[in-house]
C-alpha cells in the first residue's frame, strides 16, 4: 500500500538558518513525489516534483528536495529560512495514472524572527 | 500554470440548507477533477473523483447522497452539500490534472471554508 509520513507535525527554525522538512514514502511503484506549500487562508501551491528525471529537484523559492530510493526519503530543504516561508507544508505521492495522490498529515513550518 | 478557481470562497448557511460550490478549468480542459475536504489543522482527505459525463466516484465513508458530485461540462464541477450540518462545516478543495504538463501535475483551486450554524 502507499503512503506516506511526515516525521515533523511541526518545525521552528529562525530566519536566516536551514530548514529541513522530512519526509517519507511507501509506494509499489515508481513514485511520482510532490512537495506543496499551503499558506494561511490560501490556495495550495506546488512547491517542486519529481516524476523519475534528476534526483535531486530545485523548485521555487529556494526550495529543494532530494530522491533517495534507498532511503525511500524526499526531505524538503532550503539553505536560508525567510519569514514568508512561514506555512504548511505537505508532501504528496502520486498513484500512477489515475492522478490519484496521497497526502502526508503536514508540517507546519515556524520562523522565529 | 493552468488555474482552477472555486466559487464561493466562503459561505456560511444555516444548518438543513444546502449549498453548491463551483470548481472551474479557467484555460483547460479536465476530464476529471478531484473534491477534497480538510479540517482545521489537518491534511487534505480525497472525498470523491469526478468525472465529466458519468457518475462520481465516492471514496469510502463518504456519503454520496449527502455530497452531490456533478460534472456537467469539461470545464466545470459542482459539489453540492445537501442538508448540511454544523460537522459538515470544513474547507472544500478541488483540484484538476493538467495534461499540458507532467500527468500526474494537479493544480488545485483557493478552497472553499463551509460554515453551517
Known amino acids: 500500500a502507499q503512503s506516506v509520513t511526515q516525521l515533523d507535525s511541526h518545525v521552528s527554525v529562525s530566519e536566516g538558518t536551514p530548514v529541513l522538512l522530512r519526509c517519507n514514502y511507501s509506494?509499489?511503484?515508481?513514485?511520482?513525489l510532490f512537495w506543496y506549500v499551503q499558506h494561511p487562508n490560501k490556495g495550495l501551491q506546488l512547491l517542486l516534483k519529481y516524476t523519475s528525471a534528476a534526483t535531486l529537484v530545485k523548485g521555487i523559492n529556494g526550495f529543494e528536495a532530494e530522491f533517495k530510493k534507498s532511503e525511500t526519503s524526499f526531505h524538503l530543504t532550503k539553505p536560508s529560512a525567510h519569514m514568508s516561508d512561514a506555512a504548511e507544508y505537505f508532501c504528496?505521492?502520486?498513484?500512477?495514472?489515475?492522478?490519484?495522490?496521497?497526502w502526508g498529515a503536514g508540517t507546519k513550518l515556524i520562523i522565529k524572527p | 500554470g493552468a488555474v482552477v478557481s472555486q466559487h464561493p470562497s466562503r459561505v456560511i448557511c444555516k444548518s438543513g440548507t444546502s449549498v453548491k460550490i463551483e470548481c472551474r478549468s479557467l484555460d483547460f480542459q479536465a476530464t476529471t477533477m478531484f473534491w477534497y475536504r480538510q479540517f482545521p489543522k489537518q491534511s487534505l482527505m480525497l472525498m470523491a473523483t469526478?468525472?465529466?459525463?458519468?457518475?462520481?466516484?465516492?471514496e469510502q465513508g463518504v456519503e454520496k447522497d449527502k455530497f452531490l458530485i456533478n460534472h456537467a461540462s469539461l470545464t466545470l464541477s459542482t459539489l453540492t452539500v445537501t442538508s448540511a450540518h454544523p460537522e459538515d462545516s470544513s474547507f472544500y478543495i478541488c483540484?484538476?490534472?493538467?495534461?499540458?504538463?507532467?500527468?500526474?501535475?494537479?493544480?488545485f483551486g483557493p478552497g472553499t471554508r463551509l460554515t453551517v450554524l
Open positions: 504528496v505521492v502520486a498513484l500512477g495514472s489515475n492522478y490519484q495522490l496521497i
Open positions: 509506494s509499489s511503484y515508481s513514485p511520482s
Open positions: 483540484s484538476a490534472p493538467w495534461n499540458g504538463g507532467d500527468y500526474n501535475e494537479q493544480f
Open positions: 469526478s468525472n465529466e459525463g458519468s457518475k462520481a466516484t465516492y
